[in-house]
């Protein structure tokens, strides 16, 4: 026979009742929720661990890449801006440095 223990604890009204309205007992309710949420956190911690920080890892990769696209097109809009902002070859010979400013 399995030595059993009570645990007394205090649920929330709504949680309370749907243990209340569910199928079967509470407390095989309450024991079969406890039994499930420790076989699978001891198991497989590390390898939820693991395989969160791998799709985090990609996601920030592909997250990179489109920062990086972003900069470039920022890249090329600024240098063609500074192009069309320079006076023309024909404005720079015609005039002085410091007439062209006046």
């Not at 223990?5 to 009742?17: F, K, M, S």
């Not at 240098?79 to 062209?100: A, G, R, V, Y």
Request: hydrophobic share 35%.
């Amino acid at each position: 026979m399995v030595e059993k223990r009570q645990l007394n604890i205090r649920l929330p009204a709504d949680l309370y009742d749907k243990l209340n309205n569910g199928e079967g007992s509470m407390v095989g309710i309450i024991e079969a929720a406890l039994r499930q949420y420790f076989d699978t956190s001891n198991v497989s911690d590390d390898s939820k661990d693991v395989s969160h920080l791998l799709t985090e890892v990609e996601y920030l990769r592909s997250e990179n890449n489109k920062l990086l696209e972003l900069l470039s097109r920022e890249q090329i809009k600024s240098m063609d801006m500074q192009k069309k902002l320079m006076p023309s070859p024909e404005e720079i010979t015609k005039k002085n440095w410091c007439q062209f400013w006046r």
